[in-house]
Nanobody, 118 residues
């Protein structure tokens, strides 16, 4: 499994949309899936969503119904579509995968900033 590369992010007005992506060649081979986390300034890191290699998803209550994770197996890329964003969504977003088949060794993306303005 190669280190993941994130893209997307930036500034968006409240109510708008943004899409993040995280590419990690080979990550679907161990069946561990990918998590998204976020950390706002001065706050603890918060889990956002999970997607398995076969497309099963789960979301934090704070983003359920607004964020959607999807996977492109051809490119080993996971997308996090963020709709109807709120000011509270402002944070550094990072993807996390496991590099071993026991899902114990974590690898984090470089992070991408999302800033929501009113």
């Amino acid at each position: 499994v190669q280190a993941q590369v994130q893209s997307g992010g930036g500034s968006v007005q409240a109510g708008g949309s943004l899409r993040l992506s995280c590419t990690a060649p080979g990550f679907t081979s161990n069946g561990c899936g990918m998590h998204w986390y976020r950390q706002a300034a001065g706050k603890q890191r918060e889990w956002v969503s999970f997607i398995s290699p076969d497309g099963y998803t789960s979301y934090a209550d704070s983003v359920k119904g607004r964020f959607t994770a999807s996977i492109d197996k051809d490119t080993d890329t996971v997308y996090l579509q963020m709709n109807n964003v709120k000011n509270d969504d402002t944070a550094m977003y990072s993807c996390k995968i496991s590099t071993d088949r026991w899902c114990r060794t974590d690898s984090w993306g470089q992070g991408t900033q999302v800033t929501v303005s009113s």
